[in-house]
């Protein structure tokens, strides 16, 4: 059974998540979080000191469950190279399931990554840990060599990023496939 203080924090971080995903952090308001979360004020703020710090655990907390989905997805595959192919096939479902609203990281990125350097040094640990999972894939592919590791490594994470852009603006998952049959040929 969950702490009550874990209760109160999972409660808001749900509703934080919803909001900040769907209307933005910026259109976003402290009271809008705790009308929802139907919790108090003082709730709130025993856990969260600012709204910053509660973006922060956001993206934490988004972080986790981002890649704890992908794990499960590439590992449910057995073939090396494929397990590179199913990260393209990861993010094409999980933007079906958000409805194209691009990636959450991003996202926060555009409205507050230069607001706090704490807020952009969680983003770019999301997104380095990603690189690395990518370049660890790469390494255990047996990937035929026509770009180094590391080359492959960037070529990926660089297509994916872009194509999960691009879902994002014309609302479909193309340009994701795409960049997977691109990676199909190289690896």
Same mark, same amino acid.
């Given at each position: 059974?969950?702490?009550?203080?874990?209760?109160?924090?999972?409660?808001?971080?749900?509703?934080?998540?919803?909001? &900040?995903?769907?209307?933005?952090? *910026?259109?976003?308001?402290? *009271?809008?979080?705790?009308?929802? /979360?139907?919790?108090?004020?003082? /709730?709130?703020?025993?856990?969260?000191?600012?709204? @910053?710090?509660?973006?922060?655990?956001?993206?934490?907390?988004?972080?986790?469950?981002? &890649? /704890?989905?992908?794990?499960?997805?590439?590992?449910?595959?057995?073939?090396?190279?494929?397990?590179?192919?199913?990260?393209?096939?990861?993010?094409?479902?999980?933007?079906?399931?958000?409805?194209?609203?691009?990636?959450? &990281?991003?996202?926060? *990125?555009?409205?507050?990554?230069?607001?706090?350097?704490?807020?952009?040094?969680?983003?770019?640990? @999301?997104?380095?840990?990603?690189?690395? &999972?990518?370049?660890?894939?790469?390494?255990?592919?047996?990937?035929?060599?026509?770009?180094?590791?590391?080359?492959?490594?960037?070529?990926?994470?660089?297509?994916?990023?872009?194509?999960?852009?691009?879902?994002?603006?014309?609302? *479909?998952?193309?340009?994701?496939?795409?960049?997977?049959?691109?990676?199909?040929?190289?690896?």
């Amino acid at each position: 059974m969950k702490q009550r203080g874990q209760a109160v924090i999972d409660k808001i971080l749900d509703i934080a998540e919803k909001l &900040f995903y769907e209307q933005g952090y *910026n259109n976003t308001g402290i *009271n809008q979080i705790i009308s929802e /979360s139907d919790i108090a004020k003082a /709730s709130l703020y025993k856990h969260f000191e600012t709204k @910053t710090d509660l973006l922060i655990a956001y993206i934490q907390r988004m972080h986790q469950l981002w &890649f /704890s989905r992908l794990e499960v997805s590439v590992n449910a595959v057995s073939d090396p190279k494929e397990k590179l192919l199913a990260i393209f096939d990861h993010h094409t479902k999980r933007q079906e399931i958000r409805q194209y609203g691009g990636c959450p &990281f991003i996202k926060a *990125n555009d409205e507050a990554g230069t607001s706090d350097p704490r807020v952009l040094a969680e983003i770019q640990a @999301t997104k380095v840990h990603s690189k690395e &999972f990518i370049k660890t894939l790469v390494i255990n592919s047996g990937h035929k060599q026509m770009l180094t590791d590391e080359d492959l490594t960037e070529m990926i994470y660089v297509m994916l990023e872009g194509s999960i852009v691009t879902a994002s603006v014309f609302k *479909n998952p193309d340009e994701i496939q795409t960049a997977k049959k691109i990676i199909q040929k190289l690896i």
